[in-house]
């Protein structure tokens, strides 16, 4: 919860005391949302090791190596562009009806989407496939908010330590997924080369497997999710309201599968604020971090693949899908075991803001193992040295994940009451969904000019490591810790 004003002198130079006794991680209720978050990673990772080879399937191309990127930006930015668009209605919503019904719809939207991406066979198709996933999506918003509802400031830390369980097994199995099982009738003939629907659709099956484990998921939310927001509002009420109105007189109380906040268990509730009184300072702040972040780690992520795929003689690493998948999943498995066993205690000690600094100030050198690693592969082939400078990138970028949990952190912080949690995430994802149609669509495009003969090959490296010190300048606007926040409220 939000807690009331302590002290409005709290210096911000100095660290405000942790409290010492700590509540207990609410299982029964947290367990699920750990199964929430694999979906979005699952998803994600299956398309990333053959999306090159698809849109070069599809024939979009011609032929043109270098316009292999340029579509992959186009597919990313009108998914970024849809979900910018409805993530903060989406968010909002959930304060007013509840964080289930929202996260059961983004799941379906989900699954629909997979099934759909594995059968089109033009480059329209696609981009209707991820359209419809990111128009039904209201991204991490919902979770996060929903994190926000069922911890405290004592066990939310301790809470983002477990979180990479799920991502770094949706990234692992993910990678593995779409590594391995694309085109399944040429790598597998012995088993699927009878199959005329895998032949036709040769990326149907990674889709459809993903989509099979993300429908177990739904009904698992279906059946033992409980709703956080104890005060709700029916959807044909705010319809009749102008959606999202200032005053709702027919809004209920949950039943008893409601989760109350035990600390405060008579409080009175607050109500979801306007748009308008939700963009303090404090909430720009964050909206600022969030956007260079995801920015730069959304232009890092987009490139890495495509290095990854594109010949060695135009800068990249001539690597196939295998190994790609093979690489992410060990770069999710690594990042995964560094937060669940350091973050809790890295945040104890060290705070909010110097983890974040040190994880966007990572993005340095990571950039510059780019270069290095493709001059590698030119001089001595794929070998243990290029091997060595791709493990050290990827480790890197653990740092650069815990960045995200720390912004969380300042998003709770920054809410003006705890009924606007949803809005307030909502508008900070929109920020980071700002990030992520500027980042995948400019460097993807950079990186294609800059093969081009005749233009500086490394345009994308000057490119990448001026967003890593935008990412830190606005990171300095946020406080030693988000307490000097909270208890200035």
Known sequence: ?????????????????QPTAKTPLPWDQFWILLLLEMPGFLSVRTLAPFIPQLIRDIGVTHGDESQVSYYIAILQLSSSVVHTLTVFHWSRLSDHIGRKPVLLTALLAVVISMFSYGLSKTFLGLVVSRVVCAAFDPGDAVIKTLLMDITDATNMPKAYSYMPIPSMIGTSIGSLIGGLLSRPADRFPDIFGRSELLRTYPYLLPCSISAFFISIIWLVVYICLKESVSTRTPLWELVKGGFFGQSYPKSRQSSSNVIVDPANPGEVQS???????????????????????GLFHMAFSSILPIFYATPIELGGLSLDPPRIGALLAASGIIQGIFQLLSYARLHHHF????IYITGVGSGIPIVILFPVTNALARAYGIGMAVWLCAAIQLTLKTSLIMCFPCLTLFIRAAAPNRA???????????????????????AASVFSYSLRQGHDPWLIYYF??????????????????PSVWEDSQ
Request: charged share 15%; hydrophobic share 45%.
């Open 1 to 17: 919860m939000i807690p009331p004003q302590d002290d409005e002198e709290t210096p911000l130079l100095q660290r405000p005391e």
């Open 271 to 293: 109500k979801p604020l306007p748009l308008r009184a939700l963009l303090t300072s404090k909430v720009l702040s964050v909206m600022a971090s969030y956007t260079t972040m």
């Open 351 to 354: 705070g909010a803001r110097t």
């Open 420 to 442: 606007s949690l949803g809005a307030t995430a909502g508008i900070a994802e929109v920020a980071l969904a700002v990030g992520r149609i500027i980042g995948p669509a400019s």
């Open 464 to 481: 990448l490591t001026a967003i890593a010190f935008l990412a830190v300048g606005t990171g300095l606007l946020l406080p030693r810790d």
